[in-house]
Every structure is written in C-alpha cells, then in structure tokens.
C-alpha cells in the first residue's frame, strides 16, 4: 500500500502541496488531474521519492519511503518522468537493457528486452539508434522500459508505476494502444498505477480513481463518475464545460 | 553505424595493436634500432650493450610513461563526460588539468619555504597527491556550478573551464617569478606538457593512482550508462547516484592528477579517444572506458613518437602535436553538434 497522511511540500520558500491525503489501491489506475501549476507532477514526483524533502511523509508498505535503498525502491516501482534527455548513440535494446540492475545470462535478457518491445509494438525498433527516432517511438521505447522494470518480477508483490505524461507525443491510436496495455498489466501482474494526465477523456476511460487538483491541494478524490462533475470541473478549471455520457458508458468533457 | 558487434573481441584487438605499437615506438629515435635489437635488448639477452641502455633506461620508461598518461587521460576524459551527461568534456578543457598542474607546481616551487611540512609529511607522493587535490577541487567547483538537478549545461561548463584554466595559469604565472631557474625549466614543461624527462621515478609516482583508476572506474560503467538519461532516471532504475558521482569524481581527479604531476597538461586525450572508441563500439560505458584506455594509450604514443622525430635532433612537446590533432578534432564536434541543432 502506498499512501500519505497531511503531505506539505515546500520548495524554495512556496508552499506547493498543501494537506494531500490519498491512498493508492492495489490493481487500480489512478489518474492525477488538474488545471497547470496545480502540483500535479510535484505529487507524484513526492510519491515516487523524487523529492527529499517528502520522503518521511510517504508510506510504502507501512515503512517511510527514506527507510528504503534505491536499489529496494526499484524493485517495487518503476517511474516514467515527462522527458528524458539522451545525448549518446544507444541502440533501442541497451536502452531497455539498463532497466535490469543485476545484470542477467545473455539468452534471458535477449528474451526480456524482445517481451518489453513486443508490448508496445517497437520489436522493429531493437537495433535503431534510439536518438534518430521519432519522440512519439522514444515514448513508446521509455514506456517499454518502465513496464519492463516493473514486470520484471513473476511474484505477487505488488508494485507501482508512475507515468507523467506519458503519451504526449503520442497520436490518437497509439495513446489508446498504451493505456490498453496498461490496463492489462495492471490485472496479470499486481500493479497499481499512478499518472498524471491532461486529458480528462482519457482519465475517464481508463482510469479507476480520478485525483483532482488546484493550488496544491485536492478538491476531489473519488471514482470517475464522482469527480467529473460539471460545476466542479467548471470551478476547478474556471471554463465551463458539459458532461455527457459517451455511448459505452462513462463520461465525456466537452466545451460548453 | 557501429564499426564491430562484438566490443570483447574489438578490445582484444585494441589491446594488441597498442602492444604492437609500443614495441614498435621503442625502435624510432635519435638512434635507430631495429626490432630485433629491441626485443633481445628487452628480453635481456645482452648483445648489444648500446641498445640495452638506449631501450631500458630511456626508451622503456618514457613509453610506459606515455602508456599510462594516456590510458588515465583518456579513461578519466570518458567518465567525465558521462558524469557531466554530454560528449565534450575533456579534463584539460575543463580546466581540471591546470588545477592539478597548479597545485603541482605550488609544491615544487614552496616545497622548500611554505609548504615544507606538507611535502615532508607526503614525502615520494606530495607531488601527485597534491595535483589530485588541486584536480578534485576543480571537478567539484565545474560540477556545482554548471551542473543543476543532475542536468549539466555545455556551455556554462566549458565556460567555467575557460574561468579556472585562466585563474590557474595567473596562479602558476605568479609561482614562475618565485622560482629559481632551476625550477624554472621544469616549469615550462607543466604547461606544455611533455614525457620526455621520464625516469623509473616517475613511473612509480604515477603507475598506483593511474592503475588503479583505470581497474576501478568500469565498475561504474552500469551506473554511468543510466546516468546518462538524467539523475532522477539512474535513481528510480536503482543505482545508487550519489556513490557513483563521488567515485567518478575521485577517480578522475586521481588520474588526472597522477598524469599531470609527471608529464604536464596534454589536452585532448581525454576528448578524442573516447570519440574513437564510441564510433567503434557505441556508448556503452563498460566498453567505452576500457577501450578509452586502450586508445588513449596508442595517441599518446604515436604523439610521442611523432614528437621526437619530426625535428629530429630536437624534440617538440607532446601536448604540441596532441593540440594540433585534438584542436581540429574539436573543432570539427562543434560543427557536427552544430548541424545536429540546427543552429
């Protein structure tokens, strides 16, 4: 279980979270919402142990994230940051090859860099220079790799996958593509996933918990249907928007 | 893209073509000698006392001197531009080489009056342990100034280089007037730097800190592979950064500085043979340091050679011939970095 009673984040003298409560359940898709600058990315970057100062204010497992070695950390979560810069020639396989700490026989990692690929449809991709591809195809590669790291277990312990942004160079099919795969993983292998998102469609498709957020704190917490209402996102997001149901049941946000 | 698919077998290759060249380097001087009269001269079988002395007590030394400078240059210049996240830093570029230099000279020139207790309580390793300190005080200072959350800016480092690079050569501009002429000779040679005084003395200054460097820097390699998508990245795969940063940062500092403190600042090295080793065998830095090793090895070599025979009788200095390949290699990365950009 990963969670956090009263958070308080303060980041060169500004207060940017402010009393966030929240649990994350296993086997649940919870997607962060909010308005730019709501502290969306700091949250989740708190919840991930990016941010020192919240390390003692997060729980994982009942133990403070500051209890825990990086090498621990990663063995129960893996975390998809909004860019990743490269500048060096690596080949698509040994980007997907980093994600294995403890180096493993040649066969099996010729194995596991083919299963991470395969899932997100860039087995084509192995033997490219990772700098010469598209920025929607290095998502898919870095997506692979978080997913690899993540699943790279068969036990039942279960573990978290932080994803910021993760499709925003991809186009319409390949977003859908993504959060399919993703809601497979998250039944066959015991994941719960954390993402920060902007599109409130695609939150109410795919995910099962919405956290919305504004000036550091959040105004709602609950299942899709809860929180996408329409005075609240019309409050939240200060433009006024119309919910309808899409024809296979949850709730669209269009423009008013 | 990639020259080789197989970078155990291309450094095993590397590794034996360094080998050829080193024994080819001891036959071409002043006096000719040719391979067989090296070999037996190495071997010791004594036939020709001439040559034994030539080979043994000049030549030998002076190639595992370049052997050494270059493979700790070359390997620290590889580290570093994996710590710094971008392909064009280069310990003497950088400045990290003129810190040591400077702490170098500090103590040859006040060994005798203010720093005495220092080199005496140092005694043999005052010398390279200085110009590790001097180079680590550098690292350190580039390191907070251009680096902020893991992200290392190009331009401000290699502008920082230009800072210190000019703070320290004032710095050892002032000590030139403080020593005695004797002094003096030794050094003009720290800031062009040069192996051609080199002694089985020196040799065992620098070979423990160098040797050691060069083993002990791969084990970073995994770590500095990850490093190179970001700070945050490396930590969240699970390698732990800050172990890593502090040992690439002493390492190179403790390379650099042994090879200063026995040969000046030769440039470059630490730029071009990582370059050469990549296009060979890609990024990976478990192929890369070593390789880097190997190559830097071969340049600095092939530059010496270069060096004692072009003028022959007179020498030049090897960080002359290095600048001439290093500056036009350097050039040439920032038209290509250019092109890349679209600038």
Known sequence: MLSTHQLNITLNKQSI??????????????AILGPNGAGKSTLMKT????????????????????????????NLRS?????????FPFLVSEVIEMSLVQPIQTDEKAIYIERALSLFNVSHLHDRNYLTLSGGEQQRVQLARVVAQVTRNQDDQQRYLFLDECTSSLDLAHQHQVFEVIQSIVQSHNIAVIMVLHDLNLAAQY???????????????????????????????????????????????IPA | MRLT??????????????????????S????????QAVVSALLGWQNDLHATLVVNEIRLPRLLLGVLVGAGLAVSGAAMQGLFRNPLADPALVGVSSGAALAAVAVIVLGGSVLNDWVIFWGF????????????LVTWIIYRVA??????????????????????????????????DEELRTLTFWSMGSIASASWHDLAIASVPIVFAVVALPYFARPLNAFLMGEAVSTHMGFDVKKMKWGVISLTALAVGAAVSVSGIIGFVGLVAPHVVRLLLGPDHRWVLPGSALVGAMLVVVSDMIARTILAPAELSIGIIMSAIGGPFFLWLLIQRRAQSGF
């Not at chain 2, 680096?147 to 050569?169: F, P, Q, W």
Request: proline content about 5%; charged content about 15%; aromatic content about 6%.
């Open chain 1, 17 to 30: 979270l402010k009393h966030i409560s929240l649990t994350v359940e296993p086997r649940t898709i919870t």
């Open chain 1, 47 to 74: 919840l991930c142990g990016d941010i020192t100062a919240g390390l003692e204010q997060v729980e994982l497992e009942g133990l403070g994230l500051h209890t825990y070695s990086s090498l621990e950390l990663s």
């Open chain 1, 79 to 87: 975390v998809m940051p909004q860019s990743i810069q490269l500048d």
């Open chain 1, 207 to 253: 995910a099962d918990r919405l956290v919305l957020m504004k000036q550091g704190r959040i105004v709602n917490n609950g299942s899709v249907n809860e929180v996408l209402q329409e005075n609240t996102i019309n409050r939240v997001y200060e433009y006024p928007v119309q919910i309808m149901p899409h024809p296979k049941g949850w709730p669209m946000v």
């Open chain 2, 5 to 26: 698919q197989s970078p155990v077998k291309a450094l095993l290759i590397l590794l034996f073509v360094t080998m050829l060249l080193a024994i080819y380097s001891l």
């Open chain 2, 28 to 35: 071409v001087g002043a006096i000719a000698l040719n391979t």
């Open chain 2, 125 to 136: 390793f005052a010398l390279p342990f200085s110009a590790f300190l001097g180079g680590l």
């Open chain 2, 147 to 180: 680096t902020k959350e893991g992200r290392t800016d190009v331009s401000l480092m290699l502008l920082t280089g230009i800072a210190i690079n000019a703070i320290a050569g004032s710095a050892t501009g002032v000590l030139t007037y403080l020593a005695s």
